[in-house]
């Protein structure tokens, strides 16, 4: 079964603070890793990696896959309370966009 | 990037109704989807909405409980029937150009079963 595992639940940070975000993944193909921020209902698109070690860079925000090892990192920078959300990994594993997402990183970015 | 619409934006109806869920999108696209987020977690794919045809559903999901329609390339329906408590969710489509593009997402449909 394609299982795909956020770390950690939540996160608490202070704004300025930098924090990482994980994200790995067992699927049996594996096409392409989405990151969605989560805020109130829709989530929103940040970044889709299909290649490894290219960074995808977005403001403040970073992201990068490790095909070999399976996983991904979502990087902020200077963290701002409006970063506070719900972050969202998926992967497609077929190429038919029928993704699986993650549990999600609970983020509070506090002032 | 798409942007997609959701009728209603909320809703509460009573155990045994069925509630359709309206999903519009401003452009084309290829592949539209409905999810299911329970409280507290993540999104579930329920099903793919096919142009002309029947959807394909998810393991766990079936036609007689989530109907589906999708008319043309920029409009898709979900109905919720004889729904129960168990129901209650959020509701979102996602739409996206093609196989090789990024799923754009709507406002999501909550809704509570009473």
């Known amino acids: 079964e394609d299982k795909v595992v956020q770390s950690p639940l939540s996160l608490v940070v202070h704004e300025g603070d930098t924090v990482t975000l994980n994200c790995s993944y067992e699927v049996t193909n594996f096409r392409s890793l989405l990151w969605y921020k989560q805020e109130k209902k829709a989530p929103t698109f940040l970044f889709m990696l299909t290649s490894s070690g290219i960074e995808k860079k977005s403001g403040r925000l970073s992201s990068i896959l490790d095909k070999k090892e399976l996983f991904s990192i979502l990087n902020i920078t200077a963290t701002q309370t409006g970063d506070s959300a719900i972050y969202l990994c998926?992967?497609?594993?077929?190429?038919?966009?029928?993704?699986?997402f993650g549990a999600g990183t609970i983020l509070r970015v506090k002032s | 990037s798409a942007v997609i619409s959701q009728k209603p934006s909320r809703d509460i109806c009573q155990r045994g109704t069925s509630l359709t869920i309206q999903c519009q999108v401003d452009?084309?696209?290829?592949?539209m989807f409905w999810y299911r987020q329970q409280p507290g977690q993540s999104l579930t794919l329920i099903a793919t909405?096919?142009?002309?045809?029947?959807?394909?559903?998810e393991s766990g999901f079936v036609i007689d409980k989530f109907p589906i329609s999708r008319p043309n390339l920029t409009f898709s329906t979900l109905t919720v029937s004889n729904m129960s408590p168990e129901d209650s969710s959020i509701y979102l489509c996602s739409g996206t150009p093609s196989s090789y593009n990024e799923q754009f997402f709507g406002p999501g449909t909550r809704l509570t079963v009473l």
């Open positions: 452009s084309q696209v290829t592949m």
């Open positions: 998926a992967v497609d594993p077929v190429g038919g966009n029928k993704l699986v």
């Open positions: 909405a096919n142009q002309g045809s029947e959807a394909t559903y």
